[in-house]
């Protein structure tokens, strides 16, 4: 089993930039496909990006894309999520998982989850 930890949240000013970071225990991360989620007011976790094992193909939520970007160090096990020009709507819990999918659905199913670490954005 992959285990999971998100670290890089905190408490910003709207404008500014955060780096949330996702530490993998596992033998298999580098052909593992990853995602970050977002839970906001509501019901549901809601996909913010996700990237394939080798880190060549990347998918984003329309309205975070050219603010967010996804990427990863398979040396050291670890997802990131650079978050630029940030708004308090962007304001959540985000949590990383591992995925099962393909080039075209990259996150179609998620299986291992993360905690979380919380983003707080004022205005």
């Known amino acids: 089993q992959v285990q999971l930890e998100e670290s890089g949240g905190g408490l910003v000013q709207a404008g500014d930039s955060l780096r949330l970071s996702c530490a993998a225990s596992?033998?298999?991360?580098?052909?593992?496909?990853m995602a970050w989620f977002r839970q906001a007011p509501g019901p549901d976790r809601r996909l913010v990006a996700a990237?394939?094992?080798?880190?060549?193909?990347?998918v984003y939520r329309d309205s975070l894309k050219g603010r967010f970007t996804i990427s990863r160090d398979n040396t050291r096990n670890t997802l990131y999520l650079q978050m630029n020009s940030l708004k308090p709507e962007d304001t959540g819990v985000y949590s990383c998982?591992?995925?099962?999918?393909?080039?075209?659905?990259?996150?179609?199913?998620?299986?291992?989850w993360g905690q979380g670490t919380r983003v707080t954005v004022t205005s």
């Open positions: 998982a591992t995925c099962i999918g393909d080039d075209t659905h990259i996150c179609a199913s998620a299986t291992n």
């Open positions: 596992g033998r298999d991360f580098g052909v593992t496909h």
């Open positions: 990237i394939n094992g080798p880190g060549d193909n990347t």
